[in-house]
Nanobody, 127 residues
């Protein structure tokens, strides 16, 4: 499975951004993969933001990320989206998406559970 994260760039604080994660090369249907989004801020460890499950597309996120981050998937386009509203300087970092073939739930924080990773897209927030 190959994942391509895109949509990053330079954004002004308070603005909005939509990141995309496009998948290809999978043996099963795209809707059988849970997709997670992670962020690595400069000088910090990678942390989980949210994930969306296979099948019913239920979203799981850490409480600290609720409110400004919205996750959705379009299985027809083999793509998962991460919408970030009201961006803040602390949102600066490299955003990664990852895939895990698991049914019924997904891992928000456990990055080691994901088998496939994209290269990440850089988001830089200017004040």
């Amino acid at each position: 499975v190959q994942l391509q994260a895109s949509g990053g760039g330079l954004v002004q604080a308070g603005g909005s951004l939509r990141l995309s994660c496009a998948a290809s090369g999978y043996s099963f249907g795209f809707d059988e993969y849970a997709i997670g989004w992670f962020r690595q801020a400069p000088g910090k460890v990678r942390e989980g933001i949210a994930c969306i499950s296979a099948g019913d597309g239920k979203v799981y996120n850490d409480n600290s990320w609720k409110g400004r981050f919205t996750l959705s998937r379009d299985n027809a386009k083999n793509t998962v989206y991460l919408q970030i509203n009201g961006v803040k300087s602390e949102d600066t970092g490299v955003y990664y998406c990852a895939a895990d073939k698991v049914a019924g739930f997904c891992w928000v924080l456990a990055s080691e559970k994901y088998d496939y990773w994209g290269h990440g897209t850089q988001v830089t927030v200017s004040s």
